[in-house]
């Protein structure tokens, strides 16, 4: 029994001790502040990542699509004054998108793999230039 009242004591003491040690009220608004600006960063982040699925789900060739129907539809903002503005970012996106599906090297060329049973599969398909190389190669005279 006296084990239990110096453990219950003690008990007591350290929790008197820990409320003598309360947070400043500087430092409480501090950690509310971090509190709230780390809700508006998950905030701001869940919704860039909704952002990020729904632009992936656009194909290069539908940009590419895109950059003409825009190019094609500022000669009918011309009188509205935005012609030329829908023409720039036109002329941009058709630029950017044609260089990404000729270098990009994305998913739609090259080899693809898959696992079955624990093995690689592969299958590859050549691209052009690949296919220009081996028939270039084998017309050689040798």
Do not use: C
């Not at 952002?51 to 003409?68: G, M, N, T, W």
């Amino acid at each position: 029994m006296p084990d239990d009242k110096d453990r219950l004591e003690r008990e007591i003491n350290e929790i008197l001790d820990k409320i003598e040690q309360f947070p400043t009220p500087e430092r409480r608004r501090n950690r509310a502040v971090r509190r709230h600006l780390r809700r508006v960063g998950d905030v701001v982040s869940a919704r860039q990542r909704a952002i990020a699925r729904e632009l992936s789900r656009v194909s290069l060739s539908q940009l590419l699509l895109l950059s003409f129907l825009l190019i094609l539809g500022s000669f009918f903002f011309r009188g509205f004054g935005l012609g030329q503005w829908v023409l720039f970012a036109g002329v941009a996106l058709l630029v950017a998108s044609g260089a990404l599906l000729l270098f990009g090297g994305g998913k739609g060329s090259g080899e693809r793999t898959q696992q079955w049973r624990g093995r690689t599969i592969s299958y590859s398909s050549e691209t052009l230039a690949t296919r220009l190389r081996r028939w270039f190669g084998s017309r050689k005279p040798r």
